[in-house]
């Protein structure tokens, strides 16, 4: 029986990872780990400067790393490569986030799920294993209902001076950029659908205002009709959503889930809870 092991919960903002040393639990946080972004030595040196000082690697006996982008096999290379280089004598297992959704919310039911965080992503999960997904074309081809497509809205209505006095005023208040400065920072940042996401809260804070109902409601409104419309397994699974985004709004998400006439399931915030659940039964 695996006593020490650890959860690795990956977008593409942020890692958590949740030590579990005789049902005894600790947390550390990392810059979000995907090897779209970070090279096999980049993730290496990372994980040996969060975790070298916190906890003796040699006893940790298996590491379930749950992360974005891992549907790519290089992916999945590079990251093995990264994570038998620190964690020596662990046994390794990797899946998507999207399989981390679906322990978090289903354990072993049935369901469809659907992360809206940074990005999005959903998939039919069939108590066991992903056996549908809908296409994933990322933040700039995709990406509905995520918070780069809602920043990415928030940048536009601003840019363009769609927003009235007061949120123009609101923005710059909070923000301080000029549109260079803004441009910029998507156009040459090494992250740009962190960047965009950046923006997303700024909807939240504005809660109530028509303009920002309007583009929360379209944005998600877009996620539903591009993705859940099309799964056959919609009008008769439960819909589960997890994510920072699906939390902040889950108000408007049931809303749309009456609208579409489907069952929703569980919103989480995280998944890391429903995950250490998952792997205590295991």
Sequence with gaps: MIKNYLIADSGATKCQWTLVQNNKKSTVNTIGISPYFLTTNEI???????????????KIEAVYFYGTGL?????????????????????????TDLVAAA????????????????????GF?????????????????????????????????????????????????????????????IYKSPFPN????????FLAEHRGHYMIENIIEDGLNDFF?????????????????????AYAFKDIIKQLALSYEIELGKIIQSPMKGLIEFHKKQ
């Excluded at 099309?230 to 985004?245: D, L």
């Design 225 to 245: 009709f591009a993705h859940i419309n099309k799964m056959n397994e919609s009008w008769i699974h439960p819909i589960h959503f997890v994510g920072g985004v």
């Design 125 to 185: 999960y069939n108590g066991k294993k992903i056996t549908k997904n809908s296409p994933g074309l990322g933040y700039v081809l995709g990406d509905e209902g995520s918070g780069a497509y809602l920043g990415k809205k928030v940048i536009q209505y601003f840019l363009y001076q769609t927003f009235d006095e007061e949120l123009m005023a609101s923005f710059q208040k909070k923000y301080n950029l000029t549109k260079d400065a803004i441009l910029n920072s």
């Design 71 to 95: 549907s790519n096999p290089d992916n999945v290379l590079s990251l093995k490569k990264a994570l038998k280089a620190v964690f020596t004598k662990a046994k390794l297992t990797i899946e």
């Design 44 to 58: 290496t040196l990372l994980l040996q400067k969060s975790f070298a000082k916190k906890t003796d690697l040699t």
């Design 194 to 201: 962190r960047t965009l996401a950046s923006f997303a809260p």
């Design 103 to 122: 322990r978090a919310s289903c354990q072993n039911d049935k369901g469809v799920v659907c992360i809206l965080g940074t990005g999005s992503n959903t």
